[in-house]
């Protein structure tokens, strides 16, 4: 079994005054809040046990949206994050949630979408010794991890935030990890920013050559929404392909059922507390059809 991590915290200043009186995480992306597409991706991994790490304003807030999670089949609890130390600090703070088992680790404003997604995800959680960090090919690597490689598409070395990048591969912020992961983030040294960074942690991993990485293929989209101008372009993104299509991207409920994580019948109570003109309608749609 794989635990889940979603790190929902920060103060969201890149997008005041949205955010000064809610979480980044809880704004829209088109229809849905934020943090259902980090959770999607969790579930979509076959992850049923979910921890949620925000600040002590926020929490009370998610779990009022996400409550125990049991309506979904998950068992999501929260911890308090009283201020921001690194992405790493999050093992820490989760040690004994974590109780010996893997974890996956998801930001909170990150976006994952595409036909293989899934098949990406099951074969990461699968592994079970090492970490496994995704690479993905941008046109702005400078703002992010960047990861070099060799002739043989080996990991060399991991940056973050290179002000001359001699990579195009960043890393998104989605990270599997065997049970080893807290006791490594312990062995950390803050940077000179004063925080645990994740390119360290992961630098740990290929210095003890058990770092593997995963390519996103063409036709696979993140989305990094911590910018007025990505929260627009992801809600496009999103209403586009629903538009198109006629589906919902990250519904928690959809996926729940699609996993086994709930039945028929808890799908349909699920759908008749919902919107009945719309969200509550998608669900009793797939009901019918299937």
């Known amino acids: 079994m794989r635990k889940g991590i979603i790190l929902a915290g920060g103060k969201g200043s890149r997008l005041y005054p949205a955010t000064e009186v809610t979480s980044k995480q809880l704004l829209p992306i088109f229809d849905k ?32 949206l996400l409550k125990d999670g049991s309506e979904l089949g998950l068992h999501i609890s929260y911890m308090v994050q009283p201020k921001p130390e690194g992405l790493p600090h999050a093992f820490i703070l989760a040690e004994n949630f974590l109780a010996g088992y893997p974890c996956c680790l998801i930001l909170g ?24 960090i995704f690479a993905c090919k941008v046109a702005n690597p400078e703002k992010y991890g960047v990861i070099t490689f060799d002739k043989a598409n080996k990991p060399q070395k991991i940056i973050e ?18 049970e080893r992961v807290s006791a490594i983030a312990k062995t950390l040294v803050p940077s000179a920013r004063g925080e645990l960074e994740i390119s360290d942690l992961n630098q740990k991993y290929l210095n003890m050559n058990e770092l593997d990485v995963m390519f996103m293929k063409r036709g696979m989209a993140w989305m990094d ?4 101008e990505s929260l627009l372009i992801a809600s496009n993104f999103i209403e586009t392909v629903q538009s ?14 699609r996993m086994g994580f709930i039945s028929s019948s808890e799908l349909k109570e699920l759908a008749l507390q919902r919107h009945p003109e719309d969200y509550g309608k998608y669900l009793l749609d797939l009901l019918e059809e299937e």
């Open 225 to 228: 929404m911590g910018t007025f």
């Open 244 to 257: 198109r299509h006629g589906i919902k991207i990250a519904c928690p409920e959809e996926i729940a059922y």
């Open 109 to 132: 404003d990150n976006l994952f979408y595409g036909n293989d997604l899934t098949t990406l995800l099951r074969s990461a959680s699968k592994q079970k010794e090492g970490a496994i």
């Open 161 to 178: 935030k290179p002000t001359s990048p001699i990579s195009r591969f960043a890393v998104p912020g989605l990270y599997f990890y065997d």
């Open 33 to 64: 809040p934020m943090i259902y597409y980090p959770l999607s991706v969790l579930m979509l991994a076959g992850i049923r046990e979910i921890l949620i790490i925000s600040t002590p304003e926020d929490t009370p807030r998610f779990e009022m």
